[in-house]
């Protein structure tokens, strides 16, 4: 398994009148985690787009178990839990300062070749950056 931990700080433009971050900024949340847990192993999104790989997102579950509001530190925990084949798996689990789970999601992506629009297997570059973590 691949873990990684990011931070964002919510801003007034996050929130709604009611003081709490705005429910479709959650999926904001899981992309930063996404693109720093691959920044992290030395994989770029804009390289990769670059080199005609893109990822767009297939599926996308959150679960909302209590709300950020505005001012708060995230902890953003970003998991690869298996090895990707022609889709990755990101597994978040949001906490706020105080280490409250507040938010869990799981969002899926598939691996486009930019040239044909076609499914393609996970480039061997992720894989191999992503192989010691899986090692036993």
């Not at 964002?8 to 904001?28: F, K, L, T």
């Not at 044909?116 to 010691?132: A, G, Q, S, W």
Request: charged share 25%.
């Amino acid at each position: 398994m691949y873990s990684h931990l990011s931070t964002y700080r919510v801003r007034y433009a996050d929130v709604d009148q009611m003081g709490y971050m705005y429910y479709g900024n959650y999926s904001r949340l899981y992309e930063i985690g996404r693109v720093e847990a691959l920044r992290s192993l030395g994989v770029s999104y804009k390289e990769m787009e670059e080199n005609g790989v893109w990822m767009p997102v297939y599926e996308n579950h959150s679960k909302y178990i209590k709300p950020a509001v505005y001012d708060d530190l995230l902890q953003i925990d970003c998991r690869l839990e298996t090895l990707p084949n022609t889709r990755i798996i990101f597994t978040s689990e949001i906490k706020n300062e105080a280490g409250v789970l507040i938010h869990v999601g799981k969002t899926t992506l598939v691996f486009l070749n930019g040239e044909t629009k076609r499914v393609m297997p996970c480039p061997d570059m992720i894989l191999e950056k992503l192989l010691p973590y899986f090692a036993c």
